[in-house]
């Protein structure tokens, strides 16, 4: 029964099911909506059994259409995967890793090099995006490694911890400061407070500034003033350049506090509710480009 009409019907219906929805279907394959009904009738008058029934605006799988949707999304799926896997042979050489930008630029970036001394191994295409990762996503893309800081988890994807996070106050060393523990409580009150407002996908705009203060015991102090940036990397810098105190996450102000551009104000660091996740579609085993940079990324951390 399977024939070049009926692979196309099989994608169409696949559309619908996903959305529970002929609308939104048609919208995503850019046709009408009567052409997609068209498409599903075809189908269902060859198999000779309905597929969807209407509740309300909906429309819902019968047992037929559910039976049908797993074996399709598992063939479409598995022909896309070995499409993207030719184009990437094609591409050899190469691998795409997905990366919260502030990890890129703050942490992966600076230590390339070390990755390039040897000619042999792939170059490293990055994609900056701080958007929560799917399975969907990484297939569409192409993505062959993401890594991610969040709470969340991933349970249709290989997911490897890589580093939990600590959070300090930091502020650059021309900064008023301190001058003992005891006057702490005040400098805290009248600092300007930088803020990472993107911490993860759906975090509160102060959130690590509200952790800290808490854990910390200054609780008391109002967390959600001062400046808010959409990445950690940006309110890293504005500290730097004396604008504020800001809350470093410990594995991206490191080198920053070797150079002397930024101190710790007070000795306190908590652990942050993110952590750093490698993410991958397949162990990674099977890919030994894949393994190989994974391999070098968790020695680099580890050594720091």
């Known amino acids: 029964m ?4 009926n692979l196309a019907d099989l994608w169409f219906f696949r559309a619908a099911a996903t959305h529970e929805s002929f609308s939104k279907a048609a919208a995503e394959l850019h046709i009408t909506q009567g ?7 075809n189908l269902e008058a060859r198999l ?3 597929l969807f029934e209407r509740v309300g605006r909906r429309v819902l799988l019968t047992n037929a ?21 030719i184009l ?3 591409q050899s050489g190469r691998l795409t890793l997905s990366c919260i930008p502030s990890f890129a630029m703050d942490w992966l970036i600076p230590r390339l090099d070390d990755w390039y001394r040897d000619p042999s ?6 994609i900056a995006e701080l958007n929560l990762i799917t399975r969907e996503s990484m297939i569409n893309d192409g993505v062959d490694i993401a890594i991610r ?12 911890n890589l580093l939990e996070e600590t959070l300090c106050p930091v502020c650059a060393p021309t900064h008023p400061l301190p001058a003992n523990e005891g006057d702490f409580e005040r400098f805290l009150r009248d600092a300007n407070l930088i803020h990472d407002a993107q911490a993860w996908e759906g975090a509160p705009p102060s959130t690590e500034w509200e952790t800290w203060l808490r854990v910390a015991g200054f609780g008391h102090i109002s967390h959600d003033r001062g400046d808010f940036f959409n990445l950690n990397h940006v309110a890293t810098r504005a500290a730097v350049h004396g604008q504020g105190v800001a809350i470093g996450r410990s594995l991206l102000v490191r080198d920053h ?7 710790q104000p007070i000795d306190s660091s908590i652990k942050s509710r993110g952590m750093y996740r490698l993410i991958t579609l397949l162990s990674p085993t099977a890919n030994s480009d894949i393994s190989l940079f994974i391999h070098w990324l968790t020695q680099k951390l580890d050594d720091e």
Not at 257 to 263: P, S
């Open 2 to 5: 399977l024939d070049s009409s």
């Open 35 to 41: 052409a997609v009904s068209q498409r599903i009738r």
């Open 48 to 50: 000779g059994v309905v």
């Open 65 to 85: 259409g559910r039976r049908l949707l797993r074996v399709s999304g598992e063939a479409f799926e598995t022909i896309d995967q070995e499409l993207r896997s």
């Open 88 to 90: 990437r042979e094609q």
């Open 121 to 126: 191994r792939p170059r490293i295409r990055i």
């Open 149 to 160: 800081f969040d709470p969340y988890d991933y349970p249709d994807l290989v997911v490897q």
């Open 257 to 263: 506090l070797k150079k002397g551009e930024l101190v």
